[in-house]
């Protein structure tokens, strides 16, 4: 790690990163928009923002001060985030401070390891990159392949854990003991209040990013209507 990504990954110790996404055909969905809400949880708090799309990537980068996590997702199954080197170069060229990327064990889709795409990414690229795991093994395999950041994002998503309703805070602590200090773990994935991000930084945690329950208003608008119903 450079001395940069270093400082950038300190500085994320403990705080919130909040994730700004809007998905294809939503009203939110515009670069502009996610900047604004970008600016809008910087002046909340957020140590760091996360941002979907090459476009947003920049715009957000583009209006905050804390660093950017950069994804690219193409399509909604099997590896979509970040799933080739491909991509992880453009998320870096778009302005991204760390690059997230699939994670997971699963063959990737340009025939590369894991291990290969991050060692790649790093020699063109000064960035983090944090790896989006869906399970201990994921993430136990990820810090192997060079990964600066673990993060449980694909809990739930890939098969190999329940979706819980909340956070898997079985995966956090299980990485954070197992990693023992080697590699931060990020806890991502339906962390929806202010205590259950507090319990995920309690067990160990980096730092908690929190995306649907401060961003995206069309769910937490369903939660409270059914919570009526
Ligand atoms: C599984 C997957 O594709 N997760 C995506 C990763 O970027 C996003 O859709 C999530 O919103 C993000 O991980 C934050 O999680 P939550 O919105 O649950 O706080």
Request: charge should be negative.
């Amino acid at each position: 790690m450079s001395a940069f990504t270093d400082t950038i990954i300190a500085s994320m110790a403990g705080g919130l990163v909040v994730s700004c996404q809007a998905y294809p055909g939503e009203p939110l969905r515009h670069p502009e928009t996610m900047a604004q809400m970008a600016a809008a949880v910087e002046a909340g708090g957020a140590v760091a923002v996360r941002a979907q799309g090459l476009s947003d990537v920049s715009a957000v980068k583009g209006r905050v001060s804390v660093p950017v996590v950069g994804i690219w997702k193409e399509g909604d199954e099997g590896i979509y985030i970040t799933p080739t080197l491909r991509h992880a170069r453009c998320v870096a060229a778009a302005g991204a401070d760390i690059v997230a990327l699939d994670g997971t064990r699963r063959d990737r889709a340009d025939g590369l390891t894991l291990a290969e795409t991050i060692k790649a990414l790093k020699e063109e690229y000064d960035v983090a990159v944090m790896a989006d795991c869906g399970s201990v093994d994921d993430g136990l395999f990820a810090a192997e392949a060079g990964a600066d950041l673990i993060g449980t994002t694909l809990s739930g998503y890939t098969g190999e854990r329940p979706k819980t309703d909340g956070p898997d805070y079985e995966v956090i602590e299980t990485l954070v003991n197992k990693l023992d200090g080697g590699r931060p773990v990020i806890a991502e994935g339906r962390v929806h209040t202010p205590d259950q991000a507090r319990r995920a930084m309690d067990l160990g945690a980096h730092a908690v990013v929190v995306g649907t329950a401060i961003t995206h208003p069309t769910s937490i608008t369903g939660w409270f209507s059914a919570a009526l119903s």
